[in-house]
């Protein structure tokens, strides 16, 4: 494992005179395996995620159920989940294949 990751949910809700909020909750923070996109034999393998910029690897959290409306924070960038799947149905370890989310503004 090579870094620290944290699994982030984002709930907008809405006050009774009908103004936005937007809260963070941090569901798990967990050490993670991550692999960049480059040429190597399993990025190739995956061409069908063109979007996905990075993977995640790490184990399968208890309780926990990460979907494709969560986000990772790691390193200070924030990624989209595009992709959540169990390694080898074995339920030990989560894969997650994950797009950069770059902010439009600066």
Do not use: P
């Not at 090579?2 to 937007?22: C, H, P």
């Not at 063109?50 to 995640?56: G, H, I, K, N, W």
């Not at 969560?70 to 030990?92: A, L, P, Q, W």
């Amino acid at each position: 494992m090579n870094g620290f990751a944290d699994i982030v949910q984002v709930t907008k809700t809405k006050d009774s005179e009908g103004f936005a909020s937007i809260t963070e909750t941090v569901l798990a923070s967990v050490r993670v395996y991550r692999e960049g996109r480059h040429g190597s034999e399993r990025w190739a393998n995956l061409a069908v995620f063109s979007e996905a910029t990075d993977l995640f690897r790490f184990r399968t959290i208890l309780g926990v159920t990460i979907t494709t409306e969560h986000f990772i924070d790691c390193d200070g960038d924030r990624f989209n989940i595009t992709s959540v799947e169990n390694v080898k149905s074995r339920g030990m370890y989560t894969e997650i294949l994950a797009k950069k989310v770059v902010s439009s503004i600066g």
